[in-house]
């Protein structure tokens, strides 16, 4: 049976758009947005004791204009989270980790192209995470990241997955093949228990090398994969 719900974000604004990841020991962690300052930031709280009661939360954006956070969890307790952020104009992708199990989170990291201060002609969306949870293997232990991203000058459309091999230290990328011509997104991303990764969007793509390929998945219709 389920017990009584927990009110978990507290606030006086809309909360929307939540993310769970959980951990050994009981440890559960949720991401959301919130207005309540007025613009919308990412807040992050953990529990130790499977959900019964949360740390005190946590603003991990802090840029006034974060909105749909995506949240995953390392094999060595690292927290990642990462959203789409329009505080400096062009909309982008950040995220920020905390190697202390969500107690502090460094800095916000721009992790979208061109990653140019003032540049707008690339527009990015659609997040997601996934962490690789084998403890063996090539990927054990990786972190990957999906969004879409849209040059503005020439409409063109690209579909980026990112992975990092420590713990969200530094970033390899990777552009999804064969997307739709002139417009596609990929917003969601899964793996197996084999290690096989999936990702999301107007089509279906999958990885079997940790990411370096991939791949459409065949007999599929360009439609909308994923949660």
């Known amino acids: 049976r389920f017990i009584d ?27 959301w947005d919130d207005d309540k ?3 919308k930031s990412i807040f992050f709280r953990r529990s130790d004791d499977y959900g019964s009661t949360y740390q005190p939360a946590a603003n991990v954006s802090n840029t006034g204009s974060a909105t749909v956070p995506a949240l995953g969890v390392t094999n060595n307790g690292t927290v990642l ?3 789409q952020d329009v505080s400096t104009g062009p909309s982008e992708i950040r995220y920020a980790r905390s ?3 969500g107690a502090n989170f460094l800095s916000s990291v721009q992790v979208s192209s061109p990653n140019v201060p003032g540049d ?14 084998r403890t063996v293997g090539t990927g054990a232990g990786n972190v990957y990241l999906a969004w879409s991203e849209i040059n503005i000058q020439n409409a063109t459309f690209t579909l980026r997955i990112a992975r990092s091999t420590d713990n969200g230290a530094n970033w390899k990328f ?3 093949p064969d997307a739709p011509a002139g417009w596609g997104f990929v917003h969601s991303l899964a ?13 279906l793509w999958k990885s079997v090398d940790d990411g370096n390929t991939w791949k459409v998945v065949p007999g599929m219709p360009d439609t909308y994969w994923g949660g």
Do not use: C
């Open 81 to 83: 989270v990462a959203w």
């Open 174 to 176: 990777f552009a999804l």
């Open 191 to 203: 793996e197996d228990a084999a290690g096989v990764l999936y990702a999301g969007g107007t089509r």
């Open 120 to 133: 707008t002609s690339t527009q990015a969306s659609g997040v997601s995470l996934a962490v690789d949870s």
């Open 5 to 31: 719900p927990v009110n978990v974000s507290s606030a006086g604004g809309l909360s929307e758009h939540p993310s769970v990841a959980t951990g050994g020991g009981g440890k559960v962690y949720i991401a």
């Open 37 to 39: 300052n007025l613009d």
């Open 99 to 101: 190697l202390d199990g």
